[in-house]
């Protein structure tokens, strides 16, 4: 219907726009923000003859970054029978076209926390470290990306490319000149957890120096108009990043399984002691781990960057739902961290449909802990003898 109101405001009431029906009935509103929203139908701008049915003219929806939501007023002649099982089920279609729309949303972000959550899973798994500087490892992969895309010029393709070169060397040069001479002189696992924190803090307000406080966008795919694919709707951008994404799973999973350095690499995370008497170079591989740690984790980073903006505590704000994942899908296991993100991801992004946004990660959490009852070792972990 053409010429109908809507009014956009917070969920706490404050105006946001105003936009008015075309003559298929559509309007379109964008609000800078994600989080929950009140939409209004205004009474008043509707024909004489018409009226919303069942008498509902407020909707609530949550705004995902990057991502559109739908409110939906059906409209019918004034005294019109059959009012409650029409309002019945226009909100059923609704809520299950929401719950598509979440479910969706949910794969996206589980395989990003997959891509950050394997290069931590691996690190472990050769050398126990629990790395709390993981998460800056992310972020350093959306900064440098947005350094060589805004700051030279460069189209994102290519910056994103030398950004996860780049991180991948200085993967490599961390465990070079820093973890791997900490292993030398015998510091134990929980002193290298503790220092791995002040490397976090230190790195996070270098960050904080060198980028500022301020969110800042690529300059590139930062705004694409949305794809309806039956209930889900989503940027163009969103697709392609997660075929990337599971490409890039799918190698690594492949070459772990496949090539000498995986093999190498899964006999050293077993036992580095037999590993190194069988001839294995220890110190090679977990150096080509720590690379391909640095590499991953900068294309997650960049990825993450793609669907919301960058900001100097992005990886921080994410390193709890990727530990989440690791400790989920089982400790060390490189599949195990895939299948727990993805987990972790749909729960966070499912929930919504019952708890508000800002409790979404109660729900992943509250898995976690369930799972972990059950079976303490994480889906596809090894129980281990202790003592």
């Not at 994600?34 to 009226?51: F, I, M």
């Not at 691996?122 to 800056?136: Q, S, V």
């Not at 694409?224 to 997660?242: C, D, E, H, T, Y």
């Amino acid at each position: 219907m053409n010429g109908a109101k809507i009014s956009v405001a917070t969920e706490d009431g404050k105006p946001v726009a105003e936009a008015t029906t075309d003559a298929q009935g559509r309007w379109d509103v964008q609000v800078e923000d994600p989080g929950r929203y009140k939409v209004t139908l205004d009474l008043g701008s509707l024909p004489q003859n018409a009226e919303a049915r069942g008498g509902t003219n407020v909707r609530t929806l949550s705004v995902h970054e990057g991502n559109c939501s739908t409110a939906l007023f059906p409209l019918q002649p004034k005294g019109g029978e059959g009012q409650d099982q029409g309002q019945e089920s226009t909100d059923n279609s609704a809520f299950w076209t929401r719950a598509a729309q979440l479910t969706f949303e949910g794969f996206n972000l589980g395989l990003i926390i997959a891509l950050a959550a394997l290069g931590l899973s691996l690190i472990y798994g050769t050398t126990g470290l629990t790395n709390f500087a993981h998460g800056e490892l992310v972020t350093l992969g959306a900064i440098l990306a947005y350094g060589f895309n805004a700051g030279m010029g460069l189209n994102l393709i290519p910056a994103a490319a030398i950004a996860v070169i780049v991180a991948g060397l200085l993967g490599y040069l961390q465990d070079r000149f820093f973890w791997g001479q900490l292993r030398r002189r015998g510091t134990g696992i929980i002193a290298m957890m503790i220092i791995s924190i002040g490397v976090a803090l230190f790195l996070r307000y270098l960050f904080l120096i060198v980028f500022g406080g301020q969110t800042e966008a690529y300059t590139q795919y930062n705004a694409q108009p949305g794809v309806q694919l039956g209930p889900i709707s989503a940027a163009p951008k969103n697709f392609v990043a997660m075929g990337i994404e599971l490409v890039v799973l799918v190698i690594v999973g492949i070459a772990l399984l496949r090539t000498r350095t995986g093999k190498a690499a899964r006999a050293v995370a077993d036992n580095p002691a037999l590993a190194s008497s069988s001839g294995i170079n220890v110190d090679r591989v977990v150096r080509i781990i720590w690379t391909m740690g640095g590499a991953i984790a900068a294309l997650a980073g960049i990825m993450l960057g793609l669907s919301q903006n960058l900001k100097y505590t992005m990886g921080q704000e994410m390193l709890l739902l990727i530990f989440a994942g690791v400790t989920l899908g089982g400790l060390g296991t490189a599949f195990g961290a895939l299948i727990g993100s993805l987990v972790v991801g749909l729960f966070i992004q499912v929930s919504t449909l019952w708890v508000p946004p800002e409790l979404k990660s109660v729900g992943a959490l509250a898995v976690l802990i369930i799972v972990l009852l059950v079976r303490p070792q994480g889906i596809l972990g090894r129980r281990e003898r202790i003592g």
